[in-house]
Each structure stands twice: as structure tokens, then as C-alpha cells.
């Protein structure tokens, strides 16, 4: 049986955090949080999304998760809060950012 707990998310959009708390599984993945968010909780919400990768391939991912650039698909979820930011000063949106 899979165990699940509700997880803290604060991501910046903008010049502001907006926060979530979301039910998390075991194993799952920032990518897959960052899924759950948009399709349960606010569709407005703009991130890196690329269903025929999502096993750390393309590269294009990535995100800064509680300080530190990873590729959100690869990224497990273990902690009870996350703060998740651009992962770099090019943003197009929320966490979208332009490739240098
Ligand atoms: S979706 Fe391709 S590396 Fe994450």
C-alpha cells in the first residue's frame, strides 16, 4: 500500500509566492507534484512539461528546488516542504525560463 502525506509547496510566480499543499505518494517525483498541482488545483500555473521524457533525457526540466537546480523529473520528493523557483533570471513564466 502506497503511503501518502500532504507536502508544502511554495513556488514563485512572479515577484510573489503562492503556496499549495498537495498529497504526495512515496517515490513521487517534483515533476509529478508540479503535474497534480496543475490538474487538481490551479491549471493557471506554468512549468516545464514533457510527457515524452520524464526520465531526466531532454534536460529541460529543470527547476530550483529549496536552493538547489535539478531536473524536476528526477527529483524525488522526500521532504514535507518544498519551495520551488526558476532556475534562472530569464523567466517567462512562473517557472518557465528561456534557455541560455
Ligand atoms: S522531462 Fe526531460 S529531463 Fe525532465
Known amino acids: 500500500m502506497e503511503r501518502s502525506r500532504k507536502v508544502k509547496v511554495k513556488i514563485l510566480r512572479g515577484k510573489v509566492f503562492q503556496e ?8 513521487m517525483s517534483v515533476m509529478d507534484l508540479l503535474e497534480r498541482i496543475y490538474d487538481e488545483l490551479d491549471n ?3 512549468f516545464f512539461r514533457h510527457e515524452a521524457c520524464h526520465q531526466e533525457a531532454c534536460g529541460k526540466c529543470l527547476v530550483k528546488v529549496n536552493g538547489r537546480v535539478c ?15 526558476p532556475y534562472n533570471d530569464r523567466v517567462i513564466r512562473d517557472l518557465v525560463c528561456e534557455v541560455r
Not at 20 to 27: C, D, K
Request: charged share 40%; aromatic share 4%; glycine share 8%.
Open 20 to 27: 499549495y499543499t498537495v498529497e504526495a505518494e512515496e517515490g
Open 44 to 46: 493557471t500555473l506554468a
Open 71 to 85: 531536473l524536476a523529473c528526477g527529483r524525488e520528493v522526500k521532504e514535507d516542504e518544498l519551495c520551488l523557483e
